[in-house]
């Protein structure tokens, strides 16, 4: 496991090459990324998937805590669009 800092310098390396030689990451492919985009975007379409069944079981108080996770899910879909 990196630390903090080897963290914060690896992903600066990684955008600066995403930038500079847009080919190579194209060849080489950006596993990473998008293995975290399909896991964000597949909690999400189960989240929407599970609020009608949960409103009709749970009431709206389990809408509501579905609501706020999906909340969570967009911005954590936004944050690693960045």
Known sequence: ???????????QITRRLRS????????????????????????VVALWAAVPPLVVVGGWLAATICAVLLAV???LTFWLRR
């Open 1 to 11: 496991m990196l630390s903090r800092e080897d963290q914060r310098r690896f992903e």
């Open 20 to 43: 500079t030689d847009p080919e190579f990451v194209a060849r080489v492919g950006d596993r990473a990324s998008t293995r975290r985009r399909r896991l964000v975007t597949a909690v």
């Open 73 to 75: 899910a967009g911005t």
